[in-house]
């Protein structure tokens, strides 16, 4: 079975300032997919980043990006330029990417807070 | 991305009344939809997954006869709280998978407040 931790319950920045948050999985599979969705407090969880386990290249989008450490099993967000509209708790999830009974696994997620 | 509505986004009922929840994709077919559960400050938990034309599969700990999921096209699946009692109130999220990317996007949610 897959396991997703994220150890920062909680996390601050001000504003314009750049936040990592941290995950880390386990899994014996090499296959696989990771994401990062973000739950604001409208709690529609909306996706911010999706990184392909056989892909070496770091995925970005826009003030996001990930730092994918596939040997460690870590995969952490980065936001830059962090906006008051970033506030919200955020998920790290894994993907299997084949199989019958695929489902996402989520950690416990960070809230994080965007101060002015 | 794609879009994955919810309806209705807040409901409230007496105790012992059924409520149905739909979740539609809106602008991809969706043979695979899966439902949520989430507690105040608490990640998702699956409930169960719901494939077209299929019974659904669900999780263990979750009663099928209480929380009945039908699937019955490729852009709609409801799940039904039957014999609702206050402790089924909760935030219920549906999801969908969009086949080509292996993307799971998100309703809205719906707040079921049992009285």
């Known amino acids: 079975a897959q396991t997703v931790t994220q150890s920062q319950p909680e996390m601050s920045v001000q504003e314009a300032e750049t936040v990592t948050l941290s995950c880390t999985y386990d899994t014996s599979e090499n296959n696989y997919y990771l994401f990062w969705y973000k739950q604001p407090p409208s709690r529609q969880m909306i996706l911010v980043i999706r990184q392909e386990a056989y892909k070496q290249q770091n995925a970005t989008e826009n003030r996001f990006s990930v730092n994918f450490q596939k040997a460690a099993k870590s995969f952490s967000l980065k936001i830059s330029d962090s906006q008051l509209g970033d506030t919200a708790m955020y998920f790290c999830a894994f993907l299997l990417s084949s199989g019958s009974a695929r489902q996402l696994t989520f950690g416990s997620g960070t809230q994080l807070t965007v101060l002015p | 991305g794609a879009v994955v509505s919810q309806h209705p986004s807040w409901v409230i009922c007496k105790s012992g009344t059924s409520v149905k929840i739909e979740c539609r994709s809106l602008?991809?077919?969706?043979?695979?939809m899966f439902w949520y559960r989430q507690f105040p400050k608490q990640s998702l938990m699956l409930m169960a997954t719901?494939?077209?034309?299929?019974?659904?599969?669900?999780e263990q700990g979750v009663e099928k006869d209480k929380f009945l999921i039908n699937h019955a096209s490729l852009t709609l699946s409801t799940l039904t709280v039957t014999s609702a009692h206050p402790e089924d109130s909760s935030f219920y999220i549906c999801s969908a998978r969009v086949p080509a990317a292996d993307t799971q996007y998100f309703g809205p949610g719906t707040r079921l407040t049992v009285l």
């Open positions: 602008d991809f077919q969706a043979t695979t």
């Open positions: 719901s494939n077209e034309g299929s019974k659904a599969t669900y």
